[in-house]
T-cell receptor, first 112, second 113 residues
Framework: NAGVTQTPKFQVLKTGQSMTLQCAQD?????MYWYRQDPGMGLRLIYY???????DKGEVPNGYNVSRLNKREFSLRLESAAPSQTSVYFC???????????FGDGTRLSIL | KNEVEQSPQNLTAQEGEFITINCSYS?????LHWLQQHPGGGIVSLFM???GKKKHGRLIATINIQEKHSSLHITASHPRDSAVYIC???????????????FGKGTKLSVKP
């Protein structure tokens, strides 16, 4: 049972490049989330998906887009990467919006 | 403004010591979570509670809703407990941004042998 799987684990981009972070869960969870973690700050919600077919903005959505491809997969896209988006990105899922969240191992993203 | 405050920010303890990490919040909540982030970066959920006390092994979490305060206790600490412990609160029920978690900055615990 893999839980929440994120790819890639590390990525270096140049300013202006685009990329998609992938997330998949095998726990039949309804809710999925994308967070970023920056030094000296708590985890901040970028986007979430309460259920298949729905997505909503979190606290820091600017510069990102998401797709809930199906119940298992929730991707995060950076259309034109900026140095301010250098961060560690975590995907998480939960059975419902009020249940504990299960986290992936994170993607360390550096933008030069 | 920080709606979730943790203290201390850093904590060093000797193996076997009793450890307390505190979390205070400024808004009404429907639940509080404690999470552990390992040195390698992985995050696991330890507790979710809305009242009283929960215990799992050597870990105990308590919450006082009236005082807007929660504590995480570790008994008989061990070097493998070294990690960042994160407090997060849920405001309201799930629905829109109100149902999502607000995270504290974490408490970095180092347990020396």
């Amino acid at each position: 049972n893999a839980g929440v799987t994120q790819t890639p684990k590390f990525q270096v981009l140049k300013t202006g490049q685009s990329m998609t972070l992938q997330c998949a869960q095998d726990m039949n969870h309804n809710s999925m989330y994308w967070y970023r973690q920056d030094p000296g700050m708590g985890l901040r919600l970028i986007y979430y998906s309460a259920s298949e077919g729905t997505t909503d903005k979190g606290e820091v959505p600017n510069g990102y887009n998401v797709s809930r491809l199906n119940k298992r997969e929730f991707s995060l896209r950076l259309e034109s990467a900026a140095p301010s988006q250098t961060s560690v990105y975590f995907c998480a899922s939960s059975l419902t919006g009020v249940q504990p969240q299960h986290f992936g191992d994170g993607t360390r993203l550096s933008i030069l | 403004k920080n709606e979730v405050e943790q203290s201390p920010q850093n904590l060093t303890a000797q193996e076997g010591e009793f450890i307390t990490i505190n979390c205070s919040y400024s808004v009404g909540i429907s639940a509080l979570h404690w999470l552990q982030q390992h040195p390698g970066g992985g995050i696991v959920s330890l507790f979710m509670l809305s009242s009283g006390k929960k215990k799992h092994g050597r870990l105990i979490a308590t919450i006082n809703i009236q005082e807007k305060h929660s504590s995480l206790h570790i008994t008989a600490s061990h070097p493998r407990d070294s990690a960042v412990y994160i407090c997060a609160v849920r405001i309201g029920n799930y629905g829109g941004s109100q149902g999502n978690l607000i995270f504290g900055k974490g408490t970095k615990l180092s347990v020396k042998p």
